[in-house]
């Protein structure tokens, strides 16, 4: 159950970035460039949260000397800051 959760969850935030994209080439309205590029990489952030999951779940992969737990939350900061410095930079 909870495979199909991470796998909605992964096609939902890369649906977003599609849908934010589709947008921002319609309007040029840099926020919508800003959230896309967030949902890119929440949809990343999901993808391997996928993969540490489901495809590998007893072993701790390192990439890098980093475990797929800090990659993940590496992801979802860059989006996030990503995402803030939009609001700040268009406000």
């Known amino acids: 159950m909870a495979e199909t959760v ?3 969850c ?3 935030s890369l649906l977003c ?3 934010l994209a589709r947008g921002y ?3 040029r309205a840099r926020l ?7 949902f890119v990489f929440l949809s ?3 993808a391997l949260l996928l993969i540490d999951k489901v495809v ?5 992969i390192a990439f890098a000397n980093i475990g797929f737990g800090v990659l993940r939350s590496i992801m979802a900061l860059a989006g996030l800051l990503l995402l803030v410095f939009g609001l700040v930079w268009d406000a």
Request: with cysteine; glycine share 0%.
């Open 6 to 8: 991470y796998v909605l």
């Open 10 to 12: 992964t096609a939902t």
């Open 17 to 19: 970035a599609v849908l």
């Open 25 to 27: 080439l319609r309007t």
């Open 32 to 38: 919508l460039l800003w959230s896309c590029l967030c």
């Open 44 to 46: 990343l952030n999901n």
């Open 56 to 60: 590998f779940p007893e072993v701790d």
